[in-house]
C-alpha cells in the first residue's frame, strides 16, 4: 500500500488526514525502520506492507466506534506503537496510555513519541494485568493473546460506560471459548465486525466488549 493508496482508503472510512498527519506516519514509518535494525519491533519492514499491516490495520478500528466521541485510551500491549501510537495521529485529542511488559520497547515508545512531537500520551512499563492506575472510555489490544486470556486483563481498565475493542484475525475458536456460559461472567459482545484488508483480503475482525 503506497502513501496516496492508505489516504484514499482512509477517506472511504470517512477519515481525512492532513500534511502534518501524512508527514506523522513518514517519519513514524522511517523511526520504525531504523529501530527495527537493532531491536526486534516487527517482522513488517517493507514500507508498503507497513502502511497496509499496521498504519491501516490500526485505523480501521473507525469501522466500531467514532473517536471523536472519546476522551481517554488504552493500548494494552503497544509493541511498537499499534494502533496506539497510530490513533494519538489521527485523532490528535485523544488521551492515550501504551502499556507495554518490555522495558526496551517502552524506551522506544518514549522516543518515538518525542520525534513525532506528540502530546497527551505517555508509555509505560507494565503488564495489562498489573495497571491500576485509571480506568479509561475505551481499552484496545491488537494481537496480543487469546480472547480468553484477554477479556479478564482488559475489561478492569474499562470504566464503567467504555469499552474494550479486541483486534483479531480469524476468531471464532478463540470466541466460542472465551464467552462459553460460565467464563468472564458479566460482560457482553455488543458488536463485532468481519472485513477483509484492501489488496491483500486477509480477514480481520473487531470485537468490541462492553460490561453488563
Do not use: W
Request: hydrophobic share 40%.
Amino acid at each position: 500500500m503506497t502513501e496516496n493508496e492508505f489516504e484514499q482508503e482512509l477517506e472511504k472510512l470517512g477519515i481525512s488526514l492532513t500534511e502534518k498527519q501524512l508527514e506523522q506516519f513518514r517519519k513514524f514509518y522511517q523511526f520504525l525502520s531504523q529501530k527495527n535494525q537493532v531491536m526486534n519491533l516487527t517482522r513488517i519492514v517493507e514500507v508498503k506492507d507497513v502502511y497496509l499491516k499496521h498504519f491501516y490495520d490500526s485505523s480501521t478500528l473507525h469501522k466500531i466506534i467514532d473517536f471523536n466521541q472519546v476522551t481517554t485510551v488504552c493500548d494494552v500491549g503497544s509493541g511498537a506503537g499499534f494502533p496506539g501510537v497510530v490513533l494519538k495521529i489521527l485523532y490528535p485529542h485523544l488521551e492515550i496510555t501504551l502499556l507495554d511488559a518490555l522495558q526496551k520497547r517502552v524506551n522506544y515508545l518514549q522516543e518515538l513519541i518525542a520525534y513525532l512531537g506528540l502530546e497527551k500520551i505517555e508509555a509505560i512499563h507494565v503488564r495489562g494485568e498489573n495497571y491500576h492506575e485509571k480506568k479509561f472510555d475505551v481499552v484496545v489490544a491488537r494481537a496480543l493473546a487469546s480472547l480468553e486470556k484477554l477479556l479478564p486483563i482488559c475489561m478492569p481498565l474499562v470504566q464503567e460506560k467504555g469499552c474494550f475493542i479486541a483486534m483479531k484475525a480469524n476468531v471464532e475458536e478463540e470466541k466460542a471459548t472465551a464467552l462459553q456460559p460460565g467464563k468472564n461472567k458479566g460482560i457482553h459482545l455488543e458488536k463485532e465486525i468481519v472485513f477483509a484488508l484492501p489488496k491483500e483480503e486477509s480477514k480481520r475482525t473487531l470485537l468490541l466488549f462492553k460490561k453488563q
